[in-house]
């Protein structure tokens, strides 16, 4: 069975926040050709806030030139101003959820069809009202430890977070071990925790496990999860 243009292998990245450390994360991966879904809040972005992670001060993105800083790549839904949606009244859940899709779409000239639920929090009825505004699939932050393909995509959960102790185990038995179904590697996390654990060669690494290889497909979540 082959799935992603002749290919049984696919890579994708999602990264949440919409924060200055993106812009490293960024010439990163795009030096090694390598996609990734951004999750913004349409209601943080160019507010110029900032928050202390230990000792480094994460900062939100200005607006300006946001739109050609993530070239490329795929923008999703975080929820406007990154509140969880369980709890929230129905016109709140309308202005977090519908108005991010909304917001982001007018900035970015594409309309989203995904989604990153804000702390991991989400109920049956945050998944219900997703579908119901045509957003596609949602990710959790439950790491899933394998590759295996899903059906739930609303309930998704991704292989791994990129500090998990065993992303680069997981990188090899992904990149060497044979198989005749298809395998897709979900990694996620915040650009800022780079810096935060001062360990950006961490994502060179894992880059250089996968890049460059015809038998992987790189596309961003949607072009994985939707082919």
Known sequence: MEMWNGRKKAFTLSYDDGVESDR???DIINYYRIKCTFNLNSGLIGDGSSWKNKDFEVRRLPLEGVRELYAGHEIAVHGTKHLAPPGLGEEELKEELLGDKERLGELFGTEPIGMAYAYGAFD???????????IKYARTVWDSMNFDLQTDLLRFRPTCHHDNEKVFELLDEFVNKPGDEPRLFYLWGHSYEFDVNGNWERLEKICERVAGRDDIFFGTNKEVLLN
């Open 24 to 26: 490293k994360l960024l």
């Open 124 to 134: 049956d009825r945050t998944v219900d009202y997703l579908a119901s505004i045509g």
